[in-house]
């Protein structure tokens, strides 16, 4: 069921899907946006790009949705939150 929402969510927003074994890769033209676990049901939101491009304050921005939608603290680079809690959102 994680694998059907994520290629209907992707395909709602434009991205591109790739299934590799342990992933669902939401992309875009310059690479992953997210990745969907679906083993521990949750989503990973890579932001190197975002960090290598000097966007910390989109980084942060980003974080702070992530903080209030996964109810803790998140990581810097490779932020996640559970499927629940985003859909919830």
Known sequence: MALR?????????GLSIR????SLR????LGTV???YPT??????PLERLHQAGRETDIAAVR??????AGRQVTKMSPN????????H
Do not use: M
Not at 19 to 22: F, G, Q, T
């Open 26 to 29: 939401l992309c875009d033209s």
């Open 64 to 69: 702070e949705s992530l903080h209030r939608i």
């Open 34 to 36: 997210v990745l969907l």
């Open 5 to 13: 929402c994520g290629r209907a969510l992707g395909e709602q927003v």
């Open 19 to 22: 299934e590799v074994p342990a």
């Open 81 to 88: 939150v559970g499927c629940r809690e985003a859909l919830a």
């Open 40 to 45: 521990y049901r949750t989503l990973e939101f």
